[in-house]
C-alpha cells in the first residue's frame, strides 16, 4: 500500500509540474475502438489535438492510422503508438484483456498506467475499457467496484448518474461508495458546492424498490452527503436530484431507453413541422428551437462518460462515435483531469 501512495503521488506531482511548467497534456486514443474506427477516430484526435492544443496518442494498427493521417493537417500534436490487436465488441472483456495483451485498448490503459499519458479515451467494447483500466491503471485503494458516470443535459444543468454499464450486480455498499464518487465528481468537476444525491428507484418513499435499493437507501441516509431520497426515472432530467445512483444494469438500461426517447421526440417533431411546412421551408423560430434542442440532446456534443474509481482518467465513448465526439472527448479529458477528482477520491477512500 505505502509502495502505491509513493509511485502515484510522484506521478501526481509530475503531472502537476508539467501542466503549471506549460508542457502540454497527453491523451492516449483507441484508434480501433468503436463502429467507425479508425476513420472517425484519427479525424476526431486531430480536430481535438489542434483546438484544445494537448497530444493525442493514437493508439493501434499504425499503418490505418496513417492511411488516414495523410489526409489531415500536419502537426507534431499527433503521436501514434502501434498496436496490433482489437478487442471486437462482442469478445468476453476479462479474456480478451488477458489475452490480446497488445489490444489497442489494453495498450491506452498501459500508458496511463505508466505516465505515459494523462488520460484515455475510447469508444470501443465498455466492458473491456473497464478491464483493462482495472488492469493497468488500478483501483483508488478503498473503492470496491468503478463506476461509469453518464452525464445527463438536464433542464437546469447536468446530473450525473452512475452507474451507467460497468457493475450489472451490486452490493449495497457500492451504491454508497458510487454515491461518495459522484458527489466529489459534481463538486470538483462542476463547481457545485453541495450536490443532492438521489438513489433511483420505482417511487420516492423510503419503502419502495427492491433488497438493494432498500438496503442502500438505509445506507446512503446515514452518510455524510447531500441525501434527498428516492429519486423515479419521470425526475431524473429535472434535476430534482445532482448525482442518481443506481447499479450498472438499471443504469445502462435508462441510458439507452434515454437515448430512443431523445431520437423519437426530435423525428416526432420533425414529422409534425412538415404537415405544417410541406415544401420543408421551415420558419427560422422553427429552425432555431430545432437547432438549440438536437444539440443539448446530441450524444456527440457530450463527450463520453467518465470511468470514476480508477488511478487515472478514461472517458468511455459511444460506440458510434463520430470525430465531434472523439473532439469533444478530449476535452472532456482536459478538464477532469484539471479539476484533481481523482485526488480527492483517494483522498476520501484513504485507507490505511
Not at 22 to 50: C, H, Q, S, T
Not at 180 to 189: E, I, N, Q, S
Not at 255 to 268: C, S, Y
Request: net charge neutral; glycine share 10%; proline share 3%.
Amino acid at each position: 500500500m505505502e509502495k502505491w501512495r509513493i509511485e502515484n503521488f510522484y506521478i501526481y506531482l509530475l503531472m502537476k509540474a508539467n501542466f503549471e511548467g506549460g508542457l502540454r497534456m497527453r491523451i492516449a486514443i483507441d484508434a480501433m475502438g468503436g463502429d467507425f474506427a479508425p476513420k472517425e477516430i484519427v479525424l476526431g484526435a486531430v480536430e481535438g489535438a489542434m483546438e484544445y492544443g494537448v497530444e493525442a496518442i493514437l493508439v493501434g494498427d499504425e499503418k490505418q492510422i496513417y492511411t488516414y493521417l495523410k489526409d489531415c493537417p500536419k502537426t507534431e500534436l499527433i503521436k501514434v503508438r502501434h498496436a496490433s490487436e482489437v478487442i471486437e465488441m462482442g469478445e468476453s472483456p476479462s479474456k480478451g484483456v488477458r489475452k490480446k495483451k497488445d489490444a489497442s485498448i489494453v495498450v491506452s490503459a498501459q500508458l496511463v498506467g505508466e505516465g505515459e499519458a494523462d488520460a484515455m479515451v475510447s469508444a470501443g467494447n465498455t466492458g473491456a475499457a473497464v478491464a483493462a483500466c482495472l488492469f493497468k491503471i488500478g483501483r483508488i485503494p478503498g473503492v470496491e467496484r468503478p463506476a461509469v458516470a453518464t452525464l445527463w443535459p438536464g433542464i437546469y444543468g447536468t446530473v450525473i448518474m452512475l452507474d451507467a454499464g460497468a457493475n450489472k450486480d451490486c452490493k449495497p455498499e457500492f451504491l454508497l461508495q458510487f454515491a461518495l464518487m459522484g458527489d466529489l465528481l459534481a463538486k470538483t468537476a462542476y463547481n457545485i458546492e453541495k450536490p443532492k444525491i438521489g438513489l433511483l428507484n420505482i417511487g420516492e418513499e423510503s419503502t419502495k424498490g427492491n433488497d438493494l435499493t432498500l438496503k442502500a437507501y438505509k445506507l446512503l441516509s446515514k452518510a455524510d452527503i447531500n441525501f434527498i431520497g428516492n429519486v423515479e426515472g419521470t425526475e431524473l432530467l429535472f434535476n430534482k436530484a445532482n448525482v442518481v445512483v443506481c447499479d450498472g444494469f438499471t443504469g445502462n438500461m435508462v441510458l439507452k431507453t434515454g437515448e430512443g426517447v431523445a431520437n423519437f421526440i426530435v423525428t416526432l417533431l420533425k414529422q409534425e413541422a412538415v404537415k405544417i411546412w410541406s415544401d420543408k421551408n421551415f420558419s427560422e423560430e422553427f429552425k432555431t428551437i430545432m437547432s438549440k434542442a438536437q444539440k443539448r440532446l446530441d450524444y456527440t456534443e457530450h463527450g463520453g462518460a467518465p470511468l470514476v474509481g480508477i488511478n487515472g482518467i478514461c472517458i468511455i465513448t459511444h460506440g458510434r462515435a463520430i470525430a465531434k465526439t472523439i473532439k469533444n472527448a478530449i476535452k472532456m479529458a482536459m478538464e477532469f483531469v484539471k479539476s484533481g477528482v481523482v485526488k480527492e477520491i483517494s483522498c476520501k477512500f484513504h485507507v490505511e
